[in-house]
């Protein structure tokens, strides 16, 4: 009986070190022909007190860019109800266009960016059902405006959108699959990208409800409860797990936020020492999460941090970071 009972040890020891073995051969398999991308915001690059138009041109043209995401912001557009002005977006569109990148527009109440969901101030009296209706009216008129620039190769309805993070007054399943049919109605032409946390979430709702599927990826993190974690200690096969339980395909989804900026506990990183940064992201950080989003594999990965690194370059004369990400593939 005892020999019995050691072989049958054994016999686990070895299938579970022989299935250690396999994880780490497979999770240091790199994607190699990854491309990058990056998000970019007018307003949080103005906050940083910089020239957002100069940033932009710099993101495109000088660190050369192609696949760029950005955001319908409907505080902006609709300042004063059921008037659009688009004109802000309509530059970045056509700097974009001019200079030959792709671009991923988000559309919906929230979008990237804290405070996430960007209603204007008139919104916040409307009843639940009005409020849906002027989503729906906003949604209509920004993809009646982009739908056949030359700029636009994706939609993104909402921005990680079931997730409960960020200042949002609702959200739920059927909004969103109502969201997406409305779009696809309104331009068939162009996919739709929906997106997710990374680390926070399933998926179960969000990795086939369009065309393709968004995952943020997020390294170092601060968390009010625990300060910062780190996410080292998991697996890049999570992402490729989670990706195979929900029946997507891997060519179908991209990494839409790879962490390349400081994670802080106020928001108001300008005032934050660069000591305290550098905790959640220095520059051995950034390039450690582009190995990691490698070895993930995921055909595409959009930075979260281009104005970040502007301003680094620009108020704190350190340069690290953009020379490695004008290093990254683009194309």
Request: charged share 25%; aromatic share 14%.
């Amino acid at each position: 009986m005892k020999i019995k009972k050691i072989i049958m040890w054994l016999v686990i020891i070895a299938v579970l070190t022989v299935g250690i073995i396999v994880l780490e051969f497979f999770s240091r398999q790199r994607n190699a022909n990854q491309i990058y991308g990056v998000s970019f915001n007018s307003e949080y690059a103005a906050y940083l007190g910089l020239d957002s138009n100069k940033v932009f041109d710099t993101i495109l043209n000088k660190w050369n860019f192609k696949y760029i995401r950005l955001s319908a912001q409907w505080d902006e557009i609709e300042k004063t109800r059921g008037i659009y002005d688009f004109s802000s977006l309509n530059k970045l569109m056509d700097a974009a266009a001019a200079s030959g990148a792709r671009v991923t527009l988000a559309v919906g109440q929230k979008i990237p960016r804290w405070p996430e969901c960007h209603a204007p101030a008139w919104a916040n009296d409307l009843s639940d059902n009005e409020y849906k209706a002027a989503i729906k009216r906003f949604i209509k008129a920004t993809v009646d405006q982009y739908k056949d620039h030359p700029a636009l190769e994706i939609w993104q309805v909402e921005n990680e959108p079931l997730l409960k993070f960020g200042e949002c007054r609702f959200f739920n399943t059927a909004m969103l699959s109502s969201e997406i049919v409305s779009v696809k109605s309104l331009d068939a032409n162009h996919k739709i990208i929906i997106t997710d946390s990374g680390e926070l979430s399933s998926w179960r709702h969000t990795a086939k409800a369009a065309d393709l599927f968004g995952t943020t990826m997020y390294r170092t993190v601060w968390n009010e409860y625990l300060g910062y974690v780190s996410y080292d200690w998991l697996s890049p096969l999570f992402y490729r797990a989670k990706l195979l339980f929900t029946g997507q395909k891997t060519e179908n989804a991209f990494i839409s936020e790879l962490q390349a900026e400081p994670w802080v506990d106020n928001q108001d990183v300008k005032n934050m020492d660069l000591a305290d940064q550098y905790k959640s992201m220095s520059l051995e950080r950034f390039q450690k999460n582009v190995d990691y989003a490698q070895r993930v594999g995921f055909p595409r990965a959009y930075l979260w941090g281009a104005e970040w690194w502007y301003w680094m370059a620009e108020k704190k004369d350190v340069d690290g970071f953009v020379d490695f990400a004008k290093g990254l593939k683009k194309e």
